[in-house]
C-alpha cells in the first residue's frame, strides 16, 4: 500500500466527498485505496461477507467523469459506503448471515441505501453480521466469525460487528448499521468508533421492515433503527441528514425535523447542561475498568460545563421482557418453518429462540414492561437534558461466547452485558456511542450518550463537544498502523 493509499484509507468520508470535489482526489484512487486495504486485512479480520467490487470500481469511473465535466456534485459523490448485511441491497447478495439465504439478490434496496446512493455514495459490499441479526456478537454458520482488530481473539460485538470493524480498520469510511438492542451501539463501543441509533422512526425501515417472501429476514419492526457508523461525530451527522425523513412504506417513519445536523454539530457549548450520570441503573454489574474509564469520560462534561448528578431512572431490569418484545417482532411462524427444514445448518442459539414456547402472557407482560420503563425514562428525562451510561457493561470479551457468565466475579446472565443499550430500543429515544478511553491491556470502552424522545440533534451536539475534548481518531489498532495507516 502506497503513502497516499494510506493517507486515503485514514481519511473520514467527509474528508474524502471535501477532496473529491475540489478535484485533489479522484474517486478512482479512492476505490484502489479501500479495495487495497480490504484485501489485505479482509482475510484475518472477515469484516466484509460480500464484496461487489467490480460494479463499485466501475462506479468510481464514471463519478470521475462527472468531476472531470464539473457536474455539479452530491454530498457523497465517489465516497465508498459499506453495508450491514441485514439491509437489502439491489443486485447486491444479502444472505442475512443465514446458509438458508446464501444466494439471495434482493431487487431493491433499502430506503437508506437509495438514498445513500442518490447522494452519491457507492456500495462496495456487505458487511458480516450474526445469523439473522439476532445477537449480538459477530458470527454465523455461513461466513464465520469476525475478529476484533484491538485484539484478534476478541469479538467485536454485533449485529453490526463487520461494519464496526471495516471502519476501524479503513476498509471503508462510512458504514450503515442496524440497532434492535444494542446491535450498532455495542459494535462501535468494542471497536473505538461513533455511533448513533437515531430516534425509532428517524431513519425509515422498508423493504427490512417485511419480507413476507422470505420468512425470519425482517426487522423487529418497533425496535429497530438504521444509523450510520463512522470515524467521526461530523461523518454520522452527514450520513443521518442524508437517510432521516419519511417514507410512505414504513407506518413508523416520523416527519423530517428540518435539521441540517452538519449545522447543528456547529454549536458544541454545552454549557447549563443538566446531564444525569448512571454508572450502572442501580442494579447492573459493571467491570471495574469500564466503570473507571467512563467515570473519567463523565469529568469531561463536567469540564464542559455540564451539571452532572449521578441518579437512576429506577426502572427494574427489563432484559427478560425485552427477549419477549424480539419474540413477539418475529415471524416465528415462519422461523420455525425454516427450523424444521434448515435446522441442523442454523445457529444453535437462534435455534434455540426460534424454538422456545412463548405464552401470551410473556408476550402481554412485556408490553407492560416496556410501558414502564418508556414512562419512567420520560419522567426522569423531564429533569435532564441528557443521560450518559456505559454503552456496554464489559470491554470486548473472547470471540466464541455469546457475552461473559461472570462479570467483577459475579454471576451473571450471558444477555446481563447489554442492560445499558436495549432499555432505549423500548422507549425509542435517541443514543449514540463515543469512545471513552481504552483498558490497560488496549480495548476500546465506550460511553452512551441518551437524549430525550427525538432529540437526535442535541446528542450529535454533545458527541462532537465530547468528540473536540477527547479526541479518538488517532487511537488506532495496532494491526492497523502496520499495514501502513
Known amino acids: 500500500m502506497t503513502t497516499q493509499q494510506s493517507q486515503i484509507c485514514q481519511m473520514s468520508g467527509s474528508e474524502q466527498a471535501h477532496f473529491i470535489k475540489k478535484k485533489q482526489l479522484s474517486p478512482v484512487e479512492v476505490m484502489d485505496a479501500v479495495f487495497d486495504r480490504i484485501h489485505s486485512l479482509n482475510p484475518t479480520l472477515n469484516a466484509f461477507c460480500v464484496l461487489d467490487e467490480e460494479n463499485a470500481r466501475k462506479s468510481a469511473k464514471q463519478a470521475e467523469k462527472a468531476v472531470m465535466s464539473g457536474d455539479e456534485l452530491p454530498p457523497l459523490h465517489g465516497v465508498p459506503i459499506g453495508i450491514k448485511d441485514l439491509v437489502p441491497t439491489k443486485g447486491i447478495r444479502t444472505t442475512f448471515g443465514s446458509k438458508i439465504y446464501e444466494h439471495y439478490i434482493p431487487d431493491e434496496d433499502d430506503v437508506c441505501v437509495a438514498r445513500l446512493k442518490d447522494a452519491g455514495g457507492i456500495i462496495i459490499g456487505k458487511t458480516n453480521i450474526p445469523e439473522l441479526g439476532y445477537q449480538c456478537i459477530t458470527d454465523n454458520p455461513l461466513f464465520g466469525l469476525t475478529r476484533n482488530p484491538w485484539d484478534l481473539g476478541k469479538t467485536p460485538g454485533g449485529s453490526s460487528g463487520g461494519s464496526a470493524v471495516a ?45 413476507p417472501k422470505y420468512p425470519g429476514a425482517s426487522s423487529w419492526e418497533t425496535l429497530e433503527s438504521n444509523g450510520p457508523i463512522t470515524k467521526t461525530v461530523e461523518d454520522s451527522a452527514l450520513m443521518l441528514s442524508i437517510i432521516k425523513g419519511p417514507y410512505h412504506m414504513d407506518r413508523h417513519s416520523l416527519p423530517n425535523d428540518g435539521m441540517n445536523y452538519m449545522e447543528q454539530i456547529k454549536n458544541t457549548d454545552l454549557k447549563g447542561l443538566k446531564i444525569a450520570y448512571s454508572p ?206
Open 280 to 485: 450502572d441503573w442501580g442494579y447492573v454489574t459493571v467491570d471495574p475498568a469500564v466503570r473507571k474509564i467512563t467515570e473519567k469520560a463523565v469529568k469531561v462534561f463536567e469540564q464542559l460545563g455540564c451539571e452532572i448528578e449521578i441518579a437512576h431512572p429506577g426502572f427494574t431490569d427489563p432484559l427478560p421482557a425485552f427477549g419477549a418484545i424480539i419474540a413477539r417482532d418475529s415471524d416465528l411462524t415462519g422461523l420455525r418453518k425454516l427450523a424444521e427444514q434448515y435446522g441442523e445448518e442454523m445457529d444453535p442459539s437462534l435455534l434455540a429462540f426460534i424454538q422456545k414456547k412463548w405464552s401470551a402472557e410473556e408476550l402481554t407482560d412485556a408490553a407492560f414492561v416496556r410501558q414502564e420503563v418508556n414512562i419512567k425514562m420520560r419522567t426522569f428525562m423531564e429533569k435532564y437534558d441528557l443521560v450518559i451510561t456505559p454503552t456496554s457493561a464489559v470491554p470486548p470479551f473472547e470471540v466464541g461466547i455469546n457475552g461473559p457468565n461472570r462479570i467483577n466475579g459475579q454471576k451473571v446472565s450471558r444477555s446481563h452485558w447489554l442492560s445499558f443499550t436495549a432499555p432505549f430500543n423500548m422507549t425509542g429515544q435517541p443514543a449514540a456511542n463515543v469512545p471513552a478511553g481504552w483498558t490497560d491491556d488496549g480495548l476500546p470502552v465506550g460511553l452512551q450518550i441518551i437524549g430525550r424522545h427525538l432529540d437526535d440533534s442535541l446528542v450529535l451536539r454533545a458527541s462532537t463537544a465530547f468528540e473536540e475534548a477527547n479526541p479518538w481518531r488517532n487511537h488506532l489498532p495496532k494491526l492497523v498502523a502496520e499495514v501502513g495507516f
Open 167 to 211: 471502519v476501524a480498520t479503513g476498509m471503508t469510511s462510512l458504514t450503515i448499521g442496524n440497532d434492535g438492542g444494542g446491535s450498532l451501539r455495542i459494535p462501535t463501543s468494542f471497536c473505538g468508533l461513533y455511533g448513533i441509533k437515531p430516534s425509532f422512526g428517524r431513519v425509515p425501515l422498508y423493504p427490512g421492515c417485511r419480507n
